[in-house]
């Protein structure tokens, strides 16, 4: 499996960026997947996951600013971020859903980090 996310940087809070997420060796279309973030000095939280039939689930942090979606032609998943707070400043990791977040024997790509500035 090699997911690669893409699209952060540093952002002015209240800036919107789109997060990308492309993911290889997996039958992409048949997973839910996720948004996973991890802020310096925590774990890494769950913040966003879409079902394989489009269906979404956000953390209660993130509902109303952040929107996944995704595209199975492209093994595609994407986050855009909207109204971003100095708190949301983490590395953002694409995966397939688990409550297990850190299970042994999952595979995480390098991530992209986003820096919000107040």
């Known amino acids: 499996v090699q997911l690669q996310a893409c699209g952060g940087g540093l952002v002015q809070a209240g800036g919107s960026p789109r997060l990308s997420c492309a993911a290889s060796g997996i039958r992409f279309a048949s997973y839910a997947m996720s948004w996973y973030r991890q802020a310096p000095g925590k774990q890494r939280e769950l913040v966003a996951t879409i079902s394989s039939g489009g269906g979404t689930n956000y953390a209660d942090s993130v509902k109303g600013r952040f929107t996944i979606s995704r595209d199975n032609a492209k093994n595609t998943v994407y986050l855009q971020m909207n109204s971003l707070k100095p708190e949301d400043t983490a590395v953002y990791y694409c995966?397939?859903?688990?409550?297990?977040?850190?299970?042994?024997?999952?595979?995480w790509g390098q991530g992209t980090q986003v820096t919000v500035s107040s």
């Open positions: 995966n397939r859903f688990s409550l297990r977040i850190e299970s042994p024997g999952r595979t």
